[in-house]
């Protein structure tokens, strides 16, 4: 309750003061006066990762250590390829996979983002102020990375669209007042998760594809053309390949910003 | 001794008996959970499937303006684009190509928009003009990716040309980012008519 009156006066406040870019001025304005909605957020994660314990007994820290000492900088180079899991991962991904198999605890569907999210916030403050280091070493993560841009550039769906015709081309524009970022050119991707103002949530980069690919209006073509009931296909499953790939083409090229987590939106 | 012997014997025996009927359940339940596994994989893959297919129904010119300038790539046949892109226009069974435009208002604007104007039920998702166009004064939340529809009826631009640019836009400009809302199905052709009159009527607020 608290925390949606601090974010709505905030979200008053950003809004006159400058109600788009997602601008590290505005973090420090925040910072400098000791508040953001999110780090209740990233508190949460933080304990999480001290004391969410599973079947196993082991904590997070457990395997990497108190205050996340082991995972500093490792943010900076997701998503990666892990062995463990024989694919690229994204911080969704891994977290979701660390939980499950080391942790023993479940963390399918929404009810797992309770976790992961939190989490995900957490682990990437820890490789706050380090420069985005994708290096594309693995072949799988060079694959991805093709792919990614592909899907980056792929209009599709019953409004013709890409990622790249609002965020790139049409980047700057207004879609009624909410300005279009350009993720690629702007390297944006240094201020993800971030927490949206709007809907009081931290999101992570995987929820704001899913987001995105809602409004592509995607359908089923086995049913026929486009309907709202029939045939729409609203967001990919998370963790989906498709969703690395993008996040590997995004951060990319966000290579050498600074991160700045968790970042300030509308 | 040889009682304790036939007891052991019993025993051994039994154990020998039961092992195939335990053995038998735990390929049993082995089975079940092999099952349950291969449903809910079943169940996953197909939502994955589903989107994978979305993505997959591409149509040829979509395919051409998949492209890093998002345009009619070089070296392709813009003409013959064109040509193939106005074959898919379809018009109102009636042949009317401007309906009512009171009707086309509602389709234009959203829920929220039409009851802040008029204080009533109306408006759609369907048309969502104003996510990328200004028009109607009064609606200020308007997006600037179109040019502004201000006063468009007072241009002297034939009808039919605002037909075909709703029902599909990349008859005009291929691979434009507006959508082709008749190629697609997102409005009937009775309801582009409807839009068309929105634009085009000297009493819509379009052109007041």
């Known amino acids: ?266 | 001794m040889k009682k304790g012997f036939l007891v052991t014997l019993l025993i051994s025996a039994g154990i020998i008996a039961c092992q195939p009927a335990s053995q038998a359940a735990k390929e049993e339940s082995q089975k079940t959970v092999a099952k349950a596994t291969a449903q809910n994989k079943a169940k996953k893959s197909s939502k994955e499937e589903k989107f994978r297919r979305a993505l997959g129904a591409q149509d040829k010119w979509q395919q051409a303006c998949s492209n890093p300038v998002q345009l009619a790539p070089e070296g392709i046949d813009v003409a013959q684009f064109i040509k193939e892109m106005k074959a898919t226009i379809k018009y109102p069974a009636d042949g009317k190509l401007v309906g009512d435009w009171k009707k086309g208002e509602s389709l234009a604007l959203l829920p929220k928009e039409y009851k802040a104007l008029y204080g009533k039920k109306g408006g759609s998702k369907k048309g969502n003009c104003y996510a990328c166009h200004c028009g109607d004064p009064r609606i200020i939340a308007c997006g600037n990716i179109g040019p502004s529809l201000r006063g468009y009826g007072n241009k002297g631009i034939d009808p039919k040309l605002t037909y075909d640019r709703i029902y599909n836009s990349w008859s005009q400009v291929p691979c434009s980012t507006m959508f082709r809302f008749g190629y697609h199905g997102l409005l009937s052709p009775e309801e582009i008519a409807d839009i068309v009159a929105y634009l085009h009527d000297p009493e819509s607020p379009i052109n007041k």
Not at chain 1, 39 to 53: A, C, M, Q, T
Not at chain 1, 80 to 92: L, Q, S
Not at chain 1, 230 to 254: D, H, S
């Open chain 1, 1 to 266: 309750m608290k925390k949606s009156i601090l974010a709505s006066l905030l979200g008053g406040a950003l809004f006159f003061a400058n109600a788009e870019a997602p601008t590290p001025e505005q973090l420090k304005i925040l910072k400098e006066m000791g508040v953001s909605p999110a780090d209740v957020i990233v508190e949460e994660g933080r304990d999480y990762y001290h004391n969410l314990k599973g079947s196993t007994g082991k904590t997070c820290a457990s395997c990497h250590g108190q205050d996340g000492a082991n995972l500093v900088g490792a943010y900076a180079k997701m998503p990666r390829y892990y062995t463990d899991i024989g694919k690229v991962a994204d911080v969704d991904l891994r977290i979701k996979a660390c939980l499950e198999k080391y942790v023993g605890v479940s963390a399918k569907g929404k009810k797992g983002r309770k976790y992961i999210v939190p989490l995900a916030g957490y682990v990437a403050t820890l490789s706050n102020e380090m420069p985005i280091n994708i290096e594309l070493e693995h072949p799988e993560e060079k694959r991805l990375y093709e792919y990614g841009k592909e899907l980056w550039y792929k209009r599709v769906g019953a409004r013709d669209f890409s990622c790249a015709i609002c965020h790139d081309v049409l980047a700057g524009k207004r879609i009624r007042l909410q300005k279009l970022g350009a993720p690629v050119r702007d390297k944006l991707y240094a201020h993800w998760p971030a927490y949206r103002i709007s809907k009081d949530k931290l999101w992570t980069m995987e929820d704001r594809i899913r987001g995105c690919y809602k409004s592509f209006f995607l359908f089923d073509p086995k049913k026929g053309k486009f309907d709202f009931k029939k045939n729409w296909v609203k967001k990919p499953p998370f963790y989906m390949e498709e969703i690395i790939a993008l996040e590997l083409y995004m951060k990319k090229a966000a290579n050498g910003a600074k991160i700045e987590v968790p970042g300030l939106l509308r």
